[in-house]
C-alpha cells in the first residue's frame, strides 16, 4: 500500500467519527459544502490557537479546498492530494502535518500524541459555548419582508421562523428539523426543481435562494407557505 493511501484511508475514518455523514465517497453536493465548512475552521482555529502551527504555516497558510478537488480524492479517486491539501486534512486529524502523520504512523503507537484537533476544537466551545438552537431569537419578518436574496441554509432557519445565525455558528444550531428542511432544499435543487445560483466562497460554495424562486417552488410542490414568503400574512398582523 503506497503511504498516501493509508493516510487518505484515516481521513475517512476521522470524517466518518468526527462529521457523521458516512463515508464521503457517496456524499452529495450539500454534504460536501458543509463538510468542507466545517473543515475550514476546524483547520483555522489550530492554526489560530496552537503556536507551533502558527509559526510553521505562516509563509504558507492553509488554503481550503474545493468541492472539485475533495470529489477527486475521496470519490473519483484520480488525486492523492498536493502538499498542501495533505498538510491541511493532517491538521484536521490532530497531526502537525502530513510529514508528522507518516513519522507517526512509524513509530510504535500510530497515533498522535495528543488528538490536538478533538482538544482544542473542544476547549475553544468550551470557552466560547455556540448558543443552543432554543436559544435562537424569532425571526424579524418585517425585515426579511425586504430581503429577496438568501443562503440557502438561511432559509432553512427562516422557514422554521428562527433567525439564521452565522454561517459558522448554524452547524451547531440546527435541529433535526431545520437540518432536514436544508437537506431537502439541497435535493430540490440537485433534482432542479428548485432554482438556485452557486458561487464559490472561501472554505468551500453554497447556493443562494430567491423569493421568486422559493414561491414557485412551494406552489409547484403544494407546500404550505412559510411565513417569510407570506407577505399578505404579515400586512394583516
Known amino acids: 500500500m503506497e ?31 458543509d463538510f468542507l465548512m466545517h473543515l475550514n475552521e476546524v483547520v483555522n482555529l489550530r492554526l489560530e490557537d496552537e503556536e507551533l502551527l502558527k509559526e510553521a504555516y505562516e509563509k504558507n497558510a492553509w488554503a481550503p479546498i474545493s468541492a472539485i478537488t475533495f470529489r ?30 507518516l513519522a507517526v504512523k512509524r513509530s510504535s503507537s500510530g497515533k498522535p500524541a495528543v488528538n490536538h484537533r478533538t482538544k482544542r476544537f473542544k476547549a475553544a466551545k468550551d470557552k466560547e459555548p455556540i448558543p443552543v438552537t432554543v436559544q435562537l431569537p424569532n425571526a424579524d ?12 441554509y438561511e432559509v432553512a432557519f427562516l422557514w422554521h421562523g428562527k433567525e ?30 428548485l432554482e438556485a445560483e452557486t458561487k ?28 417569510f414568503l407570506n407577505k399578505e400574512l404579515r400586512k394583516k398582523s
Open 200 to 227: 464559490v466562497l472561501p472554505g468551500g460554495f453554497t447556493r443562494f435562494l430567491t423569493r421568486e424562486a422559493l414561491e414557485k417552488f412551494v406552489e409547484q410542490q403544494d407546500l404550505d407557505k412559510p411565513e
Open 72 to 101: 477527486n480524492i475521496f470519490q473519483y479517486k484520480k488525486s492523492k492530494g498536493n502538499k498542501t491539501t495533505r498538510n491541511g486534512f493532517a491538521i484536521y486529524m490532530g497531526y502537525q502535518s502530513a510529514a508528522d502523520y
Open 164 to 193: 439564521p445565525p452565522s454561517i459558522q455558528a448554524h452547524f451547531y444550531q440546527m435541529t433535526r428539523e431545520i437540518e432536514q428542511t436544508k437537506a431537502n432544499l439541497h435535493k430540490a435543487v440537485e433534482l432542479g426543481f
Open 141 to 152: 419578518f418585517e425585515k426579511e419582508d425586504k430581503n429577496n436574496h438568501w443562503m440557502l
Open 3 to 33: 503511504k498516501w493511501d493509508q493516510f487518505w484511508e484515516d481521513v475517512v475514518t476521522t470524517i466518518e467519527e468526527q462529521f457523521g455523514r458516512g463515508n464521503p465517497k457517496e456524499w452529495e453536493e450539500s454534504d460536501i459544502e
